[in-house]
């Protein structure tokens, strides 16, 4: 195996890994006791972040590689352009969407949604197997492409910060997720911030935590 292709197998076990926390989540009798009660997101209860998760931080992937990319679209060459792509670009309405999107699918309850994410996991693993290192997907509501494993940090990244938000919504340890996931979040999260706020202020926010605000990179 190249040293090309161990880097893509790498990134695919990493998301699948985490997409294997997500259906734990998902399934946790704590989170369906308590899904309709708000979440720590705004407008939004704890079975409308556990859809979200589910829907972005796994099946969507499976979703996308059913289209094949048609030519003459922007592309995306990282996980940093594309958050950084897509919060300057995003409107209060696709904001909307997002919640609304999750909404519906929490609506089918936890137990649906659990079978559901499970299913779709399982057929999604055999398939990234199977793909080529310089698969491009389109990605963004269609708007773009990016490289599938590229992409997968997207994903990654989706997984870690949701995971997050609903074990503090149900008031629980965040779910065990893999150092490398998490470091591969730092990375893109400082990537981001770097980019959006420069170097003086990234400074400032990882090492003098009296000066205010405090800097989201998002």
Same mark, same amino acid.
């Given at each position: ?17 985490? =997409?294997?926390? #997500?259906?734990? =989540? ?5 989170? =369906?006791?308590? /899904? ?10 704890? $079975? ?7 829907? $972005?931080?796994? /099946? #969507? ?12 679209? !922007?592309?995306?060459?990282?996980? #940093? ?10 409107? =209060? ?16 309850? !936890? ?63 965040? /779910? !065990?997720?893999? !150092?490398?996931?998490?470091?591969? #979040? ?33």
């Amino acid at each position: 195996m190249t040293a090309m292709q161990q880097s893509h197998q790498s990134v695919r076990s990493l998301f699948l890994e985490g =997409a294997q926390v #997500v259906c734990e =989540a998902v399934a946790d009798d704590a989170v =369906a006791g308590r /899904w309709t009660e708000r979440s720590v997101l705004e407008d939004q209860t704890i $079975g409308s972040v556990a859809a979200h998760v589910a829907r $972005g931080g796994v /099946w #969507v992937v499976d979703d996308y590689l059913d289209i094949e990319p048609p030519g003459g679209l !922007p592309h995306i060459d990282s996980a #940093v352009q594309y958050f950084i792509r897509f919060v300057e670009s995003s409107t =209060a309405d696709q904001h909307r969407d997002i919640r609304d999107r999750g909404a519906q699918i929490a609506a089918d309850g !936890p137990a649906g949604l659990a079978v559901m994410v499970r299913s779709r996991l399982e057929s999604l693993a055999t398939r990234l197997a199977d793909e080529a290192p310089d698969r491009v997907v389109l990605v963004a509501q269609g708007t773009v492409t990016m490289g599938l494993d590229e992409y997968l940090e997207t994903r990654i990244v989706e997984q870690v910060v949701h995971l997050d938000d609903l074990a503090r919504s149900i008031g629980r340890d965040p /779910w !065990p997720v893999p !150092p490398a996931a998490q470091d591969l #979040v730092i990375q893109v999260g400082c990537g981001i911030g770097l980019q959006r706020h420069g170097a003086t202020q990234m400074m400032r926010c990882l090492f003098r935590s009296q000066l205010d605000p405090v800097l989201p990179v998002l």
